[in-house]
């Protein structure tokens, strides 16, 4: 059974550093199930308090990857439009690519604020921040994510 626990173990990781990335596929709590299911091993390799800390991590990191770029949005005097804009230029960038998923989220927040606001420089200066929020939260996903696939391969090595 341990290598079933394994095998499914990977999948819910590479699922969830793909996740980091795709809008679709929520990324830290599949690293998560990941190491969850680690614990259904014959020898169970974390503690009760390592996964309740990063159970809470992953609440957290999840709850922050929508609030983040809704603050970097209003903080650079955008609209919900510009947020929608982010997400739908994200969903399209990925079918260009690598730079299609760091430009799509700029040029649709761009374009969603273009609708909401006829000011250009208003418009760009909104798209910069919800691409900025992307980005960071992104970025606080994917640590998240490779520390926890850390802890999932020493878990199987040691």
């Not at 997400?87 to 299609?100: A, H, R, S, Y």
């Amino acid at each position: 059974m341990d290598i079933l626990w394994i095998v499914l173990g990977i999948i819910f990781m590479l699922a969830g550093l793909a996740g980091c990335v795709l809008p679709f596929l929520p990324g830290p709590p599949l690293c998560f199930i990941g190491i969850l299911l680690q614990q259904l091993k014959e020898a169970a390799p974390f503690t009760t308090k390592f996964i309740i800390i990063w159970g809470i991590i992953t609440v957290v990191v999840t709850l922050l990857d929508y609030i983040i770029p809704l603050y970097g949005t209003r903080k650079f005097g955008g609209s919900t439009y510009g947020m929608w804009g982010c997400t739908l230029g994200l969903i399209v960038g990925i079918f260009i690519g690598p730079w299609g998923i760091i430009i799509g989220p700029f040029i649709g927040a761009f374009i969603g604020e273009i609708m909401a606001n006829a000011n250009s420089s208003q418009a760009l200066r909104a798209a910069f921040g919800s691409f900025v929020g992307f980005l960071f939260g992104t970025l606080l996903k994917l640590i998240v994510c490779f520390v926890m696939g850390w802890y999932f391969v020493v878990s199987l090595i040691g």
